[in-house]
């Protein structure tokens, strides 16, 4: 068994520190020393010191800290499900980005500013080995590599900050004549701030205003600073279960298109697929925003499929700036609708080369006229700004309609809507019906109660803009639909429950009946639905059970042994069954049956894959 010896302090009010030595046979009683407010651990050739500045280390050794969601990584660790953690080891840097160089230079400082932002905003670790590793410092670190760094990079439990546990792993790694120096140390500031918006944030998957408020004075008397802010949200945002599943298959597609250097249209299919889920699941668009930014180059999209909107866009954008030598080129309808479209193929695409040359286009504008040039630029850049405004509004409004169940419009977004509608319609006629509806209709992914809210609210803001029905009529038209899905949903979760509880048949009609009556009664005492429940409504949640048992029982056995696409989708086509909902079943049916999950992932880009149980 090993020994451990293990000192734990605060340097001041922001960092705290727990120091480890690890041995099996650990004949030192100390291992540091303290000189006023600073501390240094020291082996022979090694020491780190911690003082009020900063940390100075010499000898052999590194940092590891768990990787944050979103952090600049190498693609290598994050196409490895298992790699789990930063490693950093002193004297070594790339070479042609790729290949590791270890020097023997590696003495430095650091401040804790830069060990917080470089690494983990919480926890960070700082090693050194004696005993064990011998020779040149370069070569101490090659061997440290060897013995540790596979370990160090896996370990569940540096995220965990489980010392003990950690420690026990790499023990045994190094040898009985060795022992391992671990100092760690927790920004308190940070941490508190992560365990105020972990708490908030996992309670029901968002924040009110007033919470996020409470959070913006937290880290104001923190001293929190915005980016880290927004890093430490955004990692336990990911974190949450609900949300992880669906943005590590995101980012797999992203890493698989980087490795064959080009997003295909089956692909961008499967991203659309759970961007649009992910609206249905409330997670975050910063989470996938995030890995756009860190994996989607603009080069991986084929030449045809950006050049021309790219193209016709930049032309647009730098003719505003002739306006500088006098020259008419201000934006006209037409220009307007040119963009407009342009952007809903870069939020198609998640292209942010479009957003990125507004970024260049606004920053040019803000430099002349800085330099006296006229203010006519401006409003013609502000021109385009406002519309596309309008346009993120519009599109945030419907997809939260379309997508997520229970959601309900209030008069006030629905005289926003209106507005942004007669602003759209100024400048072509029927381009508001073409750039928020006609896709969004054509969705797979749109579920039945997701038409019917979208398609009443198409043709109801049409009827409010020619007079035949007001915005009262349309709200409560709206409010008809969301309580029939809302009683639909908890049908088919009471129903589904009787049946596999106490039904052992429910195919005649005094059964059903009888089970209709009951669930009547039920919700009428528990305040869910007053009076009979519909009988169509109740014959279609029964229906859609018997659609989902043959699917699961016969036909999808059928599709995966086979891998016959045209079944499945011909099932998704004629059964009226929401897209969603199925794939849920068949991630299930999976999981029960230990099937890899990639077989119908294959399937549904048209891929043969073999089936693994």
């Known amino acids: 068994m090993h020994q451990e010896i293990r000192l734990h302090g605060h340097l001041d009010n922001t960092i705290e520190y727990y120091a480890t030595a690890a041995s099996y046979n650990l004949r030192q009683s100390y291992f540091y020393e303290q000189n006023g407010a600073s501390l240094r651990f020291f082996s022979p050739g090694n020491e780190l010191l911690l003082s009020p500045e900063g940390l100075e280390h010499r000898g052999n050794g590194g940092t590891f800290c768990e990787y944050m969601f979103g952090v600049d990584q190498p693609l290598s660790d994050m196409a490895k499900a298992e790699v789990r953690n930063r490693l950093v080891l002193f004297g070594a840097t790339y070479r042609n980005r790729h290949e590791l160089v270890f020097t023997d230079h590696t003495d430095g400082q650091l401040s804790y500013d830069r060990i917080f932002l470089d690494g983990h905003a919480v926890c960070n670790y700082f090693f050194f080995l004696s005993g064990s590793v011998s020779g040149r410092l370069s070569q101490q670190q090659q061997e440290i590599v060897r013995l540790l760094g596979k370990q160090l990079k896996r370990s569940p439990h540096v995220g965990h900050g489980d010392d003990s546990e950690l420690i026990g792993e790499l023990i045994g790694l190094i040898g009985h004549r060795s022992t391992l120096y671990l100092v760690k140390l927790i920004h308190k500031r940070h941490k508190a701030y992560q365990e105020a918006f972990a708490e908030l944030y996992f309670a029901s998957k968002a924040i009110e205003d007033a919470d996020f408020n409470q959070l913006k004075r937290l880290a104001a008397g923190l001293g929190i600073d915005r980016y880290q802010q927004e890093r430490i949200r955004i990692d336990v945002m990911y974190r949450h279960p609900d949300n992880r599943r669906i943005v590590d298959e995101y980012k797999n597609i992203l890493i698989d298109c980087n490795r064959r250097g080009h997003i295909g249209a ?34 991986l999209l084929h030449p045809d499929e950006k050049e021309d909107y790219l193209s016709e866009t930049r032309q647009i954008l730098e003719g505003i700036l002739l306006q500088d030598a006098q020259i008419d080129a201000g934006i006209t309808n037409e220009d307007m609708v040119k963009l407009l479209e342009a952007k809903k193929t870069a939020c198609e695409n998640r292209d942010h080369g479009f957003e990125q040359l507004l970024l260049e286009t606004g920053k040019i504008c803000d430099e002349r006229i800085r330099d006296g040039a006229d203010l006519s630029l401006l409003e013609s850049f502000s021109h385009i700004i406002t519309y596309f405004d ?76 020619d007079g035949s029905l007001t915005i009262r009529q349309l709200l409560e038209q709206e409010e008809e639909i969301a309580v029939e899905e809302q009683l639909y949903q908890r049908l088919l979760d009471q129903v589904k429950d009787r049946i596999r509880n106490l039904y052992s048949r429910y195919n005649t009609r005094a059964e059903q009946e009888a089970l209709r009556r009951e669930l009547s009664e039920e919700f009428g005492n528990k305040g869910i639905w007053q009076g009979e429940i519909p009988k169509k409504l109740f014959r279609d949640v029964l229906l859609n059970i018997k659609k989902e048992a043959i699917y699961l029982h016969s036909l999808l056995p059928q599709i995966i042994s086979g891998r016959n696409l045209a079944l499945r989708e011909d099932f998704l086509e004629n059964s009226g069954l929401d897209r969603f909902h199925v794939e849920e079943l068949e991630r299930e049916y999976c999981e029960q049956n230990r099937i890899d999950p990639e077989v119908l992932n294959n399937l549904r880009r048209g891929l043969n894959s073999e089936v693994r149980p």
């Open 390 to 465: 309008r346009y993120d509004s519009v599109s945030t409004h419907i997809n939260r309609l379309a997508f997520m169940e229970g959601m309900r419009l209030s008069e006030e977004t629905i005289r926003s809507l209106l507005g942004n509608r007669n602003a759209f319609e100024q400048l072509e006629k029927g381009l508001f019906d073409r750039l928020f509806f006609a896709g969004i209709l054509g969705n797979a992914y749109l579920g039945r109660y997701g038409r019917k809210k979208v398609e009443l609210l198409r043709l109801g803001l049409a009827a409010i803009a």
């Open 266 to 299: 089956a692909d961008n299919a499967r991203l659309t697929r759970l961007k649009t889920l992910s609206v249905r699941k409330k997670i975050p668009s910063a989470l996938f925003y995030t890995l756009d930014e860190m994996l989607r180059d603009d080069r």
